[in-house]
């Protein structure tokens, strides 16, 4: 029984120094709101709006380096709440100012598809757009496109 008790122990520590080791520092964080601050001051005025809100989340898998999204209050509601989820891998490779400014603006850039039109209108049709293997990489390339016109 003891035996077990430490087991469990030792298992709960490493697997909450694992789960500690894959979250955003509050460095890490910072850093990725200022750039956000920036972008949508400089190339991205049409998120500049009163009742934006963007919450920051850690990605823990390692399939993705940045995921921008919408809640349920979005959809149902209306509201111009949206996540952007950043994983933390991105900071141990040392990803570059430019490469961060430029991976954020993308993600800002599906923000500014989000924002901009209804839930039947705009949101569904890019759901299911992007559940296509094939039409998810043609909006994904479309989404770059747009960000490179915008400098």
């Given at each position: 029984m003891?035996?077990?008790i430490l087991c469990?122990?030792?298992f709960s520590l490493l697997f909450s120094f694992q789960v500690s080791a894959n979250q955003l520092t509050s460095d890490q964080l910072r850093t990725i709101?200022?750039?956000v601050g920036d972008l949508i001051e400089t190339t991205h005025p049409s998120l500049n709006v009163k009742d934006l809100q963007i919450e920051y989340y850690t990605i823990k898998k390692d399939d993705y380096y940045f995921v921008s999204n919408f809640g349920a209050g979005r959809v149902l509601l209306g509201n111009n709440h949206y996540k952007l989820g950043v994983n933390p891998l991105v900071f141990k490779n040392n990803i570059t100012a430019d490469a961060l400014k430029g991976v954020l603006a993308h993600e800002l850039r599906h923000?500014?598809?989000y924002i901009s039109g209804s839930t039947l209108g705009t949101l569904l049709p890019i759901g299911l757009q992007i559940m296509v293997k094939e039409s998810r990489i043609q909006y994904e390339r479309?989404?770059?496109l747009k960000v490179v016109l915008k400098g």
């Open positions: 003891l035996l077990e469990f122990g030792l709101q200022y750039v923000t500014e598809d479309k989404t770059d």
